[in-house]
């Protein structure tokens, strides 16, 4: 069992920047693909980005060059840095462990365990 807690969302203006953490418990957190979703209102939940346990990144073509993923297996942590945010990044944002997404990292699905979600909001 995998318990993940987010933080780092908050409010902040077009332009600007955040980074998202999200903590895991347990000592097998190096063997997961980290995965970070988010889910506007009204809207399903979409890809943002991923890592998997050798540290390969994938993203989703609207945060390509503005977010970053990276990974902590000592702390057991993963990371979103997003700059240049927009109002269209508003959302909450979900982090997710999966012992095996194989090549379908963008597939929520895949996923076994998920954060509680942590809100971002974007002003104009």
């Known amino acids: 069992q995998v318990q993940l807690v987010e933080s780092g969302g908050g409010l902040v203006q077009a332009g600007g920047s955040l980074r998202l953490s999200c903590a895991a418990s347990g000592r097998t957190f190096r063997r997961y693909a980290m995965g970070w979703f988010r889910q506007a209102p009204g809207k399903e939940r979409e890809f943002v980005a991923a890592?998997?346990?050798?540290?390969?990144?994938y993203y989703t073509d609207s945060v390509k060059g503005r977010f970053t993923i990276s990974r902590d297996n000592a702390k057991s942590t993963v990371y979103l840095q997003m700059h240049s945010l927009n109002p269209e990044d508003t959302a909450v944002y979900y982090c997710?462990?999966?012992?095996?997404?194989?090549?379908?990292?963008?597939?929520?699905?895949?996923?076994?365990?998920w954060g509680q979600g942590t809100q971002v909001t974007v002003s104009s």
């Open positions: 997710a462990a999966g012992d095996y997404v194989g090549g379908y990292y963008y597939a929520a699905h895949n996923y076994d365990y």
């Open positions: 890592i998997t346990s050798g540290g390969l990144t």
